[in-house]
């Protein structure tokens, strides 16, 4: 069987066994798939699912009997059921071309492509302005955070609410690592961080940024490390710069090896304030 014959019917959608099967139908005359898979060296199953396949593009037809016998169309015939196919299938493809077109180009509008969308900076002023960032930012993580406080930036986190947000990812399956300076002023945040994730004790923090699944990144300079939540002359820096991300997280990592698990801190702390206690109760005595 020449090769050149079975790759005219490639071009009607057969593959090249369904061409095979057909054109030995069309030399032998009609068989049985027992007999087209000795005379073809096809295994019986394959032969049968080829056969099914011809069925359904119009190439040969079922003679009742036992065995069943399958016969083939005529070529022009075939041929031209096929070509029929391919105009109808046309056809509804013309009717689809508007619909599509719309939907597909609305998609790509809202379509955010990794590693092709144009990294984002956002210089922005005010405390309040950086919270609401960096909350967003938290509620986006998906597999970690890495969190550097000032002391009193830890501290403001509980009058912020922001503990309770980073618990909740925390218990989503989102790992949190914090650095920060612990004193007896910010003693019960560190304990509620602590809790539930991992934070280290760092003398002397004076800077305070955020790294989010190593994408976005958060760095404030504080004009003024207090309480408020309404100072208006911090200043933030946000961004969704892969690089920036992980240059902070060098940074991170370089201050992570100077610092101490928060552990041992609390406890020093505690320990301290139980002897002050114990001695301001000897005296009073």
Known sequence: MKSNIIEEFLQYGLTPTEARVYVNLIKLGPQSAGTLSR????ERTQVY???K???NKGFVTILLGDPVIYSAKSVRESLTYRILHYKEQLKKME???DPISRKIEKELKNLSVVGQEEPQYRLNKGRENFLKDLMSSIT??????LRVHTANALKRTQSYGLIDIYRQKVNSGVKLISISTITPKNLLQAKAFASFSTIYHLPEVRISFQVVDGIETILSTNYRDDSSSRLAQDIYIYTNDRTFAEAFSLLFRHLLNSSVPAEYIIKKIVDTDLQHYATAETKIE
């Open 49 to 51: 699912r080829t056969l």
């Open 53 to 55: 396949a011809l069925l």
């Open 39 to 42: 005379t073809l060296g096809i």
């Open 95 to 97: 009717t689809k071309i």
């Open 140 to 145: 986006k993580a998906r597999s970690y955070i």
